[in-house]
Nanobody, 119 residues
């Protein structure tokens, strides 16, 4: 199958920056779309950013300009650069990958990494 391992979360002050990483491993033929989602306490999981295998990106309007998604296809890794962080960015951030394996095409999720923005 496919395993996604996130790293880079932590505690940061308002206005600070963090860079999340997510590495995919397993019996992967190829990875299509990769992305980041987040879930704050008491709220539904929401889209943060996605990136296609060709590098096309998608963000909700509320995050454009502060967050940047990128990927290294050779390493099956996706990154999320988060700048000018706000307390409302506090959430568990989940990595997602749409990948082709011997079992077919499916969505896979990481275990999540906590991001806390607080002074």
């Amino acid at each position: 199958q496919v395993q996604l391992v996130e790293s880079g979360g932590g505690l940061v002050q308002p206005g600070g920056s963090l860079r999340l990483s997510c590495a995919a491993s397993g019996s992967i033929f190829n990875i299509n779309r990769m992305g980041w989602y987040r879930q704050a306490p008491g709220k539904q999981r929401e889209l943060v950013a996605t990136i296609s295998s060709g590098g096309s990106t998608n963000y909700p309007d509320s995050l454009k300009g502060r967050f940047t998604i990128s990927r290294d296809n050779a390493k099956n890794t996706v990154y999320l650069q988060m700048n000018s962080l706000k307390p409302e960015d506090t959430a568990v951030y989940y990595c997602n990958a749409n990948a082709n394996t011997i079992l077919g095409r499916a969505d896979y999720w990481g275990q999540g990494t906590q991001v806390t923005v607080s002074s």
